[in-house]
């Protein structure tokens, strides 16, 4: 039953499980770090970022080591749009993730990614106790910010009157004094 606690007895002294569970899950939460790689992206409505979102982690000791193989959850928590939501850091520590399409027309859209503490755990076999007590936990991540500019348009204009074109011509004049390329 997970309300009751876990005891075993350790020589003479009981040792509470759930507390020890709790605390090495922490220290470990605790240690690891993450930063994102080039933050801030210009991003286009419609189509694929340039360059992929890439976060680096670290986990911190006295020398510190790329954390390697840890999986991340990427979201957008504003806006939206379509990108790969579960990565895994590689040898190095970094993980990338591909966004395929902004879909919103947000001037500023965000993209969280958190470590996916579930994947961590084990999945669906991970223990329950476990479960429950990765459950209390906020868990490290990152924020990106994208900077994103509305769809390209482009006009092709050939004016004409009567089917003759005209010497003067508006809609490129129109343009030109918006100071927009024609």
Excluded: H, W
Excluded at 23 to 49: C, F, H
Excluded at 93 to 116: F, M, N, P, Y
Excluded at 137 to 158: E, I, K, M, W
């Amino acid at each position: 039953y997970l309300a009751e606690p876990l005891v075993v007895q350790s020589g003479d002294r009981p040792v509470y499980l759930v507390n020890d569970i709790y605390n090495s899950l922490r220290t470990l939460l605790d240690r690891i770090e993450i930063r994102t790689i080039d933050g801030e992206q210009n991003a286009k409505v419609g189509r694929p970022l340039k360059k992929p979102l890439q976060l680096k982690a670290v986990l911190g000791d006295s020398v510190p080591a790329p954390a390697a193989n840890l999986p991340f959850r990427f979201a957008f928590t504003r806006g939206s749009g379509e990108c790969v939501d579960r990565v895994r850091t590689d040898d190095d520590g970094i993980a990338r993730c591909a966004v395929q399409k902004i879909t919103a027309s947000d001037r500023i859209q965000t993209i969280e990614a958190t470590l996916d503490l579930e994947a961590l755990g084990g999945g669906e076999r991970m223990s329950p106790v476990v479960r429950t007590v990765l459950g209390t936990f906020t868990p490290p991540g990152a924020r990106f910010v994208l900077n994103v500019s509305g769809v390209d348009v482009f006009v092709d204009a050939r004016e004409s009157m009567f089917g003759e074109p005209l010497a003067q011509k508006r809609i490129i004049a129109a343009c030109q004094a918006e100071r927009k390329p024609v």
